[in-house]
């Protein structure tokens, strides 16, 4: 298999190179917005975050879906900030582990997200920030030219 070359492409182009994963991995990255067992703007909110911290224009450009007013803005400061609940802010930091280690999560950031979404809400954020940061890794390695991710 060989990877696209690194020449400004849009997502959609790049990953059609890669016919034997491109449509699974698509399906997968979808299937989390329509979660029950976590809300799709949370999720939003863990994908935008992670975008800051890998310094992904590509990803933070992107909008999945659309944010209450203010929180895309004060993404970066969100530990100090109102306008986060304890549950986003509880993926939030689970998120930012994720980034850099994800072996790294300690027993109290998991137990934290299982406090407000279960066990299986917990599995759903740890299986999105995965499938977010190959893409966001992806789009960085590949230079992809536009935030068309699905």
Not at 9 to 26: G, V
Not at 42 to 69: F, I, K, N
Not at 86 to 94: D, Q, T, V
Not at 103 to 131: M, P, R, S
Request: charged share 20%; with cysteine.
């Amino acid at each position: 298999m060989q990877l696209p070359a690194n020449d400004s492409r849009d997502y959609a182009t790049a990953s059609a190179e890669l016919p034997e994963i491109a449509s699974h991995f698509a399906a997968l990255y979808r299937s989390f917005w329509s979660l029950g067992s976590v809300p799709a703007p949370t999720l939003e909110l863990c994908r935008l975050r992670q975008a800051q911290l890998l310094q992904s224009e590509l990803a933070w450009q992107h909008r999945e879906l659309t944010l209450p007013d203010g929180q895309r803005e004060a993404l970066s400061q969100w530990p100090d900030s109102d306008l986060f609940s304890p549950a986003e802010k509880a993926c939030l930091e689970l998120t930012e582990v994720h980034a850099m280690d994800a072996q790294a999560i300690t027993d109290a950031q998991a137990d934290a997200v299982k406090g407000h979404y279960g066990e299986v809400g917990y599995v759903a954020v740890v299986q999105a920030l995965g499938v977010f940061d190959a893409t966001t890794r992806l789009g960085l390695i590949w230079n992809l030219a536009t935030a068309e991710m699905n």
